[in-house]
């Protein structure tokens, strides 16, 4: 008797540790799958979201120097809708490059903002009260 209750026992605990092992597995097999799940899910949600469209448009500008280039980019990253802007003082029509998103702002605020530092902007006349407050060095003799 003593033998097989040696047995019994023996063969009690691995059915008690099998048991509990079997949960176990089951919990983290639906953990795996519901991780599963959130990745795809997420996956699809960054694949499918709207990327924001932009636009580039070129304006002239009566722009002179570096610090009317300083100026004029400046306003501009500070502009709703712009994402980025770059004028070429450098060449001989002093045209900045301004990269938008047209569901936030248009072409003519564009340049109704250079128009506020002080300088034209294509057929938009610069603000007389910006156009004061330059330096002369950025002055161009129009107003």
Do not use: H, W
């Amino acid at each position: 008797m003593k033998y097989n209750l040696e047995v019994e026992l023996d063969f009690k605990m691995p059915l008690k540790q099998l048991y509990f092992n079997k949960i176990i597995n089951k919990t983290n097999n639906n953990m795996k799958k519901n991780i599963l799940a959130l990745i795809l899910l997420l996956v699809s949600v960054l694949t499918f979201a709207e990327t924001p469209k932009t636009e580039t448009v070129k304006i002239k500008t009566s722009a002179v120097c570096e610090m009317c280039k300083e100026r004029i980019e400046k306003k501009l990253a500070f502009t709703k809708g712009v994402s980025e802007s770059n004028l070429d003082i450098e060449s001989k029509e002093k045209i900045v490059t301004v990269t938008y998103n047209p569901k936030k702002t248009s072409v003519e605020k564009i340049k109704k903002a250079i128009s506020e530092v002080g300088y034209a902007a294509d057929e938009v006349a610069a603000n007389a009260k910006g156009y004061e407050k330059l330096p002369s060095c950025c002055k161009k003799g129009e107003m």
